[in-house]
């Protein structure tokens, strides 16, 4: 849970946030572009922080922004998932 304090900005390093999708769980969030541009999303929104140019995150409400991020494990991040070790019981519908 990142939670981002009322009238807080916090500048945006992409690789932080590099394979994560983000749900607003509450609040409201304005991604701040690097022209000066701005979109703001609310709670419920889902959100994919990759390949955007955003200077910041900002919190423009009077109440916090909590923020979830989900990525896959570090594990994951080869071009080839892992074979299970347990082929046997992931059934017949299943190719390993």
């Known amino acids: 849970m990142i939670t981002i304090t009322p009238g807080a900005r916090t500048t945006f390093v992409e690789a ?31 959100l994919w922080l990759v390949g955007l140019s955003l200077q910041c995150l900002l919190n423009p ?4 922004v909590r923020l ?4 896959r494990r570090q594990e994951f991040h080869r071009s080839q998932p892992p074979k299970p070790d347990y082929p046997d019981r992931l059934g017949p519908w299943v190719t390993v």
Not at 61 to 64: F, L, Q, S, V
């Open 61 to 64: 409400g009077d109440e916090p």
């Open 16 to 46: 932080e946030w590099a394979d994560s999708i983000v749900v607003i769980e509450e609040g409201e969030l304005e991604l701040i572009c690097v022209d000066g541009s701005c979109r703001r999303f609310g709670e419920g929104n889902v």
């Open 68 to 71: 979830v991020a989900v990525s």
